[in-house]
């Protein structure tokens, strides 16, 4: 049988009822719309994370305190983080590895209770330095940033981030000038940082900063560091850099067994794969789930055809003793059934891209299409047609001609 012919032939048998075509091709289209949203919806969160991660620094090591462990060999762990054993000669030691590392910052945290204008706030004060910006990646929207001379003299200043300027003075109000008081302590707000959002780890907007050492005299009497952020030069140099940051701890700590650290590093492209993994089994997860709706609309598939073999019996009988072959009639309904899905994966795909920017629009949540999920769901259906249509065009190629010119 020539193509035009088997073209023009399937798409007669199609049309002929076009409500039962219609809700057919329905199911395919549901099944591939849904795979695209899906991957799209987890390719986007996986981005967005990734983002928001990185803008924090790319380059980033950072180096939190161990835990504090009890008196003897079998003391009670605190918890990661409980001990004080991270410094500013601690700081001072991993900045001399210049110029593998390009900036080093130092962070005392606590959450404080904040008031200013009869309003109020509990966030995360950080007492840091000037390096801050650098290391984490920041920028000033509002004011100035802390300087070496303000740590120097215990300047009672801050810095604010944006929800915590938006909590204390309103959305988009200029504070600088402004007073605030932490721990009965009156701070004057010299600026306030540009809006990066959320990490998945925190907020580093919602955050107040301070000069290290009046975050040391006025609101947090110990004298170990939180932790200490590390910008590497190269991000080629990561894993060095790391090894050479832990080295120099374990000599300065006068720690023999790399095991017994009392510190912790984590690498922020660790951080990144590790979150990406995560993502990409939720997406693979989404996938799977929507994909299922494909196996539906392949069974959907599977019979109609089969009810049409039953209603064409009598024209398949005829067909075969006008001289059709055996693989004449089987290309038939296999073309059918492979018509309906590339049709239905057609608009799917359309249906699953509109979807996607709908929900990216409307929604408030970022999704990305790629030319993978559209080929592979593409693919996918004109498989299942293939699949679930073989079994029909088979059974209608081996009707015996006789007894289907008898059939009622």
Same mark, same amino acid.
């Given at each position: 049988? *020539?193509?035009?012919?088997?073209?023009?032939?399937?798409?007669?048998?199609?049309?002929?009822?076009?409500?039962?075509?219609?809700?057919?091709?329905?199911?395919?289209?549901?099944?591939?719309?849904?795979?695209?949203?899906?991957?799209?919806?987890?390719?986007?969160?996986?981005?967005?994370?990734?983002?928001?991660?990185?803008? +924090?620094?790319?380059?980033? !090591? &950072?180096?939190?305190?161990?835990?504090?462990?009890?008196?003897?060999?079998?003391?009670?762990?605190?918890?990661?983080?409980?001990?004080? @054993?991270?410094? $500013?000669?601690?700081?001072?030691?991993?900045?001399?590895?210049?110029? $593998?590392?390009?900036?080093?910052?130092?962070? *005392?945290?606590?959450?404080?209770?904040?008031?200013?204008?009869?309003?109020?706030?509990?966030?995360?004060?950080?007492?840091?330095?000037?390096?801050? $910006?650098?290391?984490?990646?920041?920028?000033?929207?509002?004011?100035?940033? +802390?300087?070496?001379?303000?740590?120097?003299?215990?300047?009672?200043?801050?810095?604010?981030?944006?929800? /915590?300027?938006?909590?204390? #003075?309103?959305?988009? #109000?200029?504070?600088?000038?402004?007073?605030? *008081?932490?721990?009965?302590?009156?701070?004057?707000?010299?600026?306030?940082?540009?809006?990066?959002?959320?990490?998945? =780890?925190?907020?580093?907007?919602?955050?107040?900063?301070?000069? +290290?050492?009046?975050?040391?005299?006025?609101?947090?009497?110990?004298?170990?560091?939180?932790?200490?952020?590390?910008?590497?030069?190269?991000? *080629? %140099?990561?894993?060095?850099?790391?090894?050479?940051?832990?080295?120099?701890?374990?000599?300065?700590? %006068?720690?023999?067994?790399?095991?017994?650290?009392?510190?912790? +590093?984590?690498?922020?492209?660790?951080?990144? /794969?590790?979150?990406?993994?995560? &993502?990409?089994? =939720?997406?693979?997860?989404?996938?799977?789930?929507?994909?299922?709706?494909?196996?539906?609309?392949?069974?959907? !598939?599977?019979?109609?055809?089969?009810?049409?073999?039953?209603?064409?019996?009598?024209?398949?009988?005829?067909?075969?003793?006008?001289?059709?072959? %055996?693989?004449?009639?089987?290309?038939?309904? $296999?073309?059918? /059934?492979?018509?309906? @899905?590339?049709?239905?994966?057609?608009?799917?795909?359309?249906?699953?891209?509109?979807?996607?920017?709908?929900?990216?629009?409307?929604?408030?949540?970022?999704?990305?299409?790629?030319?993978?999920?559209?080929?592979?769901? =593409?693919?996918?259906?004109?498989?299942?047609?293939?699949? =679930?249509?073989?079994?029909?065009?088979?059974?209608?190629?081996?009707? %015996?001609?006789?007894?289907?010119?008898?059939?009622?």
């Amino acid at each position: 049988m *020539k193509t035009e012919d088997l073209l023009r032939e399937t798409y007669e048998a199609l049309t002929v009822n076009k409500v039962r075509s219609g809700l057919t091709v329905l199911g395919i289209v549901i099944g591939i719309g849904s795979v695209i949203a899906m991957i799209s919806l987890g390719q986007g969160a996986q981005k967005d994370i990734e983002g928001r991660i990185e803008s +924090i620094g790319s380059n980033l !090591i &950072t180096v939190y305190p161990g835990a504090q462990q009890g008196a003897g060999s079998r003391g009670v762990s605190s918890g990661s983080g409980s001990a004080q @054993t991270l410094t $500013l000669e601690d700081m001072d030691a991993i900045a001399a590895l210049s110029p $593998l590392v390009s900036a080093v910052e130092p962070e *005392k945290s606590n959450r404080v209770q904040i008031t200013a204008k009869g309003t109020n706030t509990n966030t995360s004060v950080i007492g840091t330095t000037d390096q801050y $910006l650098q290391v984490k990646n920041t920028e000033i929207d509002l004011g100035t940033f +802390i300087t070496d001379q303000n740590v120097k003299s215990l300047a009672k200043v801050a810095v604010l981030g944006p929800s /915590a300027r938006d909590e204390l #003075f309103g959305e988009g #109000f200029d504070p600088t000038g402004e007073r605030v *008081k932490m721990n009965g302590v009156s701070f004057t707000v010299i600026g306030v940082t540009k809006s990066k959002g959320g990490t998945g =780890f925190g907020s580093s907007d919602d955050v107040v900063l301070v000069p +290290i050492s009046t975050a040391e005299q006025y609101l947090s009497k110990s004298s170990g560091l939180s932790n200490i952020g590390v910008e590497v030069a190269d991000q *080629k %140099n990561m894993a060095e850099a790391q090894q050479a940051v832990t080295s120099i701890l374990l000599v300065r700590h %006068n720690i023999a067994d790399p095991a017994n650290a009392d510190f912790r +590093i984590l690498n922020q492209q660790d951080i990144i /794969a590790t979150a990406s993994s995560v &993502t990409q089994t =939720f997406t693979l997860l989404l996938g799977a789930v929507a994909g299922i709706s494909l196996i539906v609309g392949g069974i959907g !598939i599977m019979n109609m055809m089969l009810t049409t073999v039953t209603e064409r019996t009598r024209e398949i009988g005829l067909r075969k003793s006008l001289g059709a072959k %055996n693989a004449d009639i089987s290309s038939q309904f $296999l073309a059918e /059934a492979i018509m309906l @899905t590339v049709v239905g994966g057609i608009i799917g795909v359309g249906l699953g891209w509109g979807a996607s920017v709908g929900i990216s629009r409307f929604g408030g949540i970022s999704t990305a299409v790629t030319a993978v999920p559209i080929l592979l769901a =593409f693919g996918v259906s004109a498989v299942i047609g293939i699949v =679930f249509g073989y079994y029909p065009a088979r059974r209608a190629a081996q009707l %015996n001609p006789i007894e289907a010119l008898r059939y009622e």
